[in-house]
């Protein structure tokens, strides 16, 4: 090992133990802040960088990395994200998110596509490391922080994990849901963790162990997934402070009724800049690769949640991880998907791989266009639909879509 191999090696170790320090279930800590060595230029595992295969012809931007162990169905992978990505390039369907005004100026043209896999193979095309946005594609790493420290029932009982079939921050919703009868427990009108009312309950109910603040359990949390240290883009976070005044009603309602405990404009705020986090396409992959492993960063080895907050999250993630449209994704390609307004898209195929994509214009349910087509590609081709079996055992019988044919006549010997 070289000079700068153990130079790396070493910040590697020391960002895996101070992360797994920042997200520890333990007691108190002691420490004032979350520290983080600063993360060199190269992607931490570029000591695992195998090869990098040519650009499909006539693609700029078009070129495979591909990084960590190699992996059985290495070629299935390149070709499936590489025949994805030449797909829909020229897909110019949506239109960016102007709510938030500064992600309106973001070029729609970017696009870049990541699939991370359990063993930690990175492949990815176009923008994939183009930093944005992450927005509501971090409301599943949050609400898994809390299912690990509060408990899985804590985030049923005070946020609920029913689709509420309404936009992702839909008043509407939270009033009707106010009027369905539940015992005094079960609060419901937040609807799931992935709304917008649900999203900003997670923050207020985040437990913190005593010398912690709440930023720092956010950031550590999503740092711990990606493997990395993030930041937060202030240009996105001061234009969504400025122009969140849907949200400061929504915050306003759930205070009202009691679902928000502390103060709603603190847990508004903390929320809005837990969606101003940039991440790229191949952090989200990597995010998604956590999951897709039982909780353990496939590239840092960190054990970041449980296997069992693991399964308690992406069934959130598959009940509503795009929002109004999630059932007809669920129906058509089977796998549990977060999508941001940001563009971004985190897909999770458990026990295999996961799928990172960006590109920034939207359907009108706030989901990017491309990136849902891109992954709806690739899982045709890598299969991953979680419904998806094979009869076992004996080969067919005949008459598979209709009723078993007569049993053929019995040649009866009559002796006469
Ligand atoms: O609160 C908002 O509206 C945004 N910060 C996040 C919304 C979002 O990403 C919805 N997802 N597709």
């Known amino acids: 090992m070289n000079q700068t191999q153990r130079l790396l090696v070493a910040v590697v170790v020391s960002f895996s133990s101070m992360v797994a320090c920042a997200t520890s279930r333990g007691g108190p800590s002691t420490s004032p802040a979350v520290t983080y060595a600063p993360p060199p230029d190269l992607p931490t595992n570029v000591l695992l960088a195998t090869t990098t295969t040519a650009a499909p012809a006539g693609e700029p931007g078009g070129q495979i990395s591909e990084y960590g162990p190699s992996s059985q169905g290495d070629a299935a992978y390149r070709s499936a994200l590489s025949d994805a990505y030449k797909s829909f390039k020229g897909l110019s369907e949506g239109k960016n998110a102007d709510y938030i005004p500064i992600l309106a100026s973001v070029d729609p043209s970017l696009y870049g596509l990541v699939i991370v896999t359990v063993q930690g193979a990175v492949y990815e095309i176009g923008a994939a490391r183009q930093e944005f946005s992450i927005q509501s594609v971090s409301k599943p790493f949050t609400v898994a922080r809390v299912i690990e420290t509060a408990g899985a029932d804590a985030v049923n009982k005070r946020i609920g994990v029913n689709a509420t079939g309404q936009k992702f921050n839909s008043i509407l919703a939270i009033d009707l849901l106010k009027n369905i009868p539940s015992d005094k427990e079960h609060l419901i009108p937040a609807g799931n963790p992935l709304v917008n009312p649900g999203a900003i309950t997670t923050v207020d109910l985040l437990p913190v162990a005593a010398g912690m603040d709440k930023w720092s359990v956010i950031i550590g949390n999503l740092e711990a997934f ?191």
């Not at 999508?339 to 359907?363: H, K």
């Not at 081709?381 to 007569?406: D, E, H, K, Y």
């Open 226 to 416: 990606a493997g990395r240290k993030l930041t937060v883009n202030d240009e996105v976070y001061r234009s969504e402070s400025e122009t969140n005044t849907h949200n400061r009603a929504i915050v306003q309602l759930l205070k009202d009724y009691e679902v928000i405990k502390g103060d709603p404009l603190q847990a508004l705020d903390l929320y809005t800049r837990q969606c101003s986090v940039s991440v790229s396409a191949r952090d989200l992959g990597v995010m998604g690769a956590t999951l897709a492993n039982g909780g353990r960063n496939p590239l840092t080895g960190v054990q970041v949640v449980s296997p069992a907050t693991v399964a308690k999250a992406l069934a959130i993630v598959a009940t509503a991880g795009f929002y109004e449209t999630t059932g007809e994704w669920l129906y058509r390609v089977g796998v549990p998907a977060k999508s941001g307004v940001g563009g971004g898209i985190v897909a999770v195929v458990p026990g295999r791989f996961a799928i990172g994509t960006f590109s920034p214009p939207l359907d009108p349910a706030g989901n990017s266009v491309r990136g849902q087509r891109a992954v709806e590609a690739m899982i045709q081709r890598l299969g991953g639909n979680v419904f998806a079996s094979r009869p076992a055992g004996r080969a067919p019988q005949t008459g598979a879509t209709g009723p078993a044919p007569a049993p053929a006549p019995t040649a009866v010997a009559r002796k006469n």
